[in-house]
T-cell receptor, first 110, second 112 residues
Framework: RKEVEQDPGPFNVPEGATVAFNCTYSNSASQSFFWYRQDCRKEPKLLMSVYSSGNEDGRFTAQLNRASQYISLLIRDSKLSDSATYLCVVNLDSSYKLIFGSGTRLLVRP | DAGVTQSPTHLIKTRGQQVTLRCSPKSGHDTVSWYQQALGQGPQFIFQYYEEEERQRGNFPDRFSGHQFPNYSSELNVNALLLGDSALYLC???????????FGSGTRLTVV
């Protein structure tokens, strides 16, 4: 079983739509959680950290469910510029490495 | 303020050869991590360097080695290249885990 699992997509949505991505992780010792965004042939960039109480950054909302070992990302009012691959990332408290999922691809169409 | 810089941006090598990739961390960062990203996959952790020592290593063979210099820059060396080593190699720097990691734009290695 992969340490971090994501639906690869692609999710193909119209501009203005709301879209949600889910991610599950296998190690209950995971302590830090992130969503990164990666554009085609570019480096990953931190989109937002995910906190236990849930957090919001503009059109983006992240949620964490430790009991179910589940992380989500909600994007409201999708823009064409949101088209990218979204990577779910976890970090164990005892480790320095980031554990990446394979990513979920989002395509926002006009 | 320069971010993380990597060189070269692209590289083509022949199977069996050796390659060295370079990374300069973001100003103020003292820790460098290296990741391998195969097509369609998420980045996989190779190792992390701190205070010129390898602090943690992922599940990569000994063909992958590295070094960190006193100015915090780092090199990744891969010996006896295999076709399967073809990937995007990413360098990430940080000051501490809580502050997050900044990635460079990567070196795209093709082994033929």
């Amino acid at each position: 079983r992969k340490e971090v699992e994501q639906d690869p997509g692609p999710f193909n949505v119209p501009e203005g739509a709301t879209v949600a991505f889910n991610c599950t992780y296998s190690n209950s010792a995971s302590q830090s959680f992130f969503w990164y965004r990666q554009d085609c042939r570019k480096e990953p960039k931190l989109l937002m950290s995910v906190y236990s109480s849930g957090n919001e950054d503009g059109r983006f909302t992240a949620q964490l469910n430790r009991a179910s070992q589940y992380i989500s990302l909600l994007i409201r009012d999708s823009k064409l510029s949101d088209s990218a691959t979204y990577l779910c990332v976890v970090n164990l408290d005892s480790s320095y490495k980031l554990i990446f999922g394979s990513g979920t691809r989002l395509l926002v169409r006009p | 303020d320069a971010g993380v810089t990597q060189s070269p941006t692209h590289l083509i090598k022949t199977r069996g050869q050796q390659v060295t990739l370079r990374c300069s961390p973001k100003s103020g960062h003292d820790t460098v991590s290296w990741y391998q990203q195969a097509l369609g996959q998420g980045p996989q952790f190779i190792f992390q360097y701190y205070e010129e020592e390898e602090r943690q290593r992922g599940n990569f063979p000994d063909r992958f080695s590295g070094h960190q210099f006193p100015n915090y820059s780092s090199e990744l060396n891969v010996n006896a290249l295999l076709l399967g080593d073809s990937a995007l190699y990413l360098c990430a720097s940080s000051f501490d885990r809580a502050s997050g990691y900044t990635f460079g734009s990567g070196t795209r290695l093709t082994v033929v």
